[in-house]
């Protein structure tokens, strides 16, 4: 067997930057369809929670360990998103260019891409197209402050929760990852002309198990 080595050149592998996010509606048979760009995008940050362990004792010692549910949730930072957001953060239209909020939050799908580079490619080496399920945005705050002279744009953010959607032999998830580096450029394609649309199709997201079958037919 050979040594480890450590480091190696090529090898560097680092994750940054947001883009390509898009906004999918849950239509009545329970499909995530409808996907419109959503623009400015300055941050998702990923909290996932639970799993967590709970000792149990017996015979004086440690009998066993018991792990929660784990959760999965996230937090959208923008300066801007789409109109068709706006059923999704509790508002309504009573005319045009008039909206009210209180309303009910409805459920969404969400995808957003990553850059993934390295020490010899930087961030042309690929990147990870990250898909969320059943999100459920909750109220946030939003910031209005006078213009001044270091003047700032109004960053709204979203704390989003998400239920789990089956997956065939494995446990229930809300997030599914697509690594640009890992896949075929054929099944790269593939995949994007689903979630952001192509000439005959408008975008939507698919769950995770007709993400394998597009992949996997893709050959």
Known sequence: ?????WDKIGEHIYE???????LYQLDAQNAFVNGVAWSGLTAVNESPSGAESTALYADNIKYLNLISAEEYG???????YPDEFAVNN???????GVSIGQQTRKPFGFCYRTLVGNDTEGTNKGYKIHCVYNCQASPSETSHSTVNDSPEAANPSFTITT???????HKATATVTIDST?????????IENVLYGGENAEARLPLPDEIVTIIQ???
Not at 163 to 169: C, D, I, M, S, Y
Not at 182 to 190: F, G, H, I, S
Request: one cysteine or more.
């Open 1 to 5: 067997m050979p040594r480890l080595e």
């Open 16 to 22: 940054t930057g947001v883009d390509r996010g898009v």
């Open 74 to 80: 996230l937090t959208i930072e923008c300066y801007t």
């Open 90 to 96: 509790g508002e309504a239209s009573l005319l045009d």
């Open 163 to 169: 239920t789990p959607v089956n997956v065939t032999g």
């Open 182 to 190: 890992k896949v075929t450029d054929k099944q790269l394609k593939a």
């Open 217 to 219: 037919a893709a050959v």
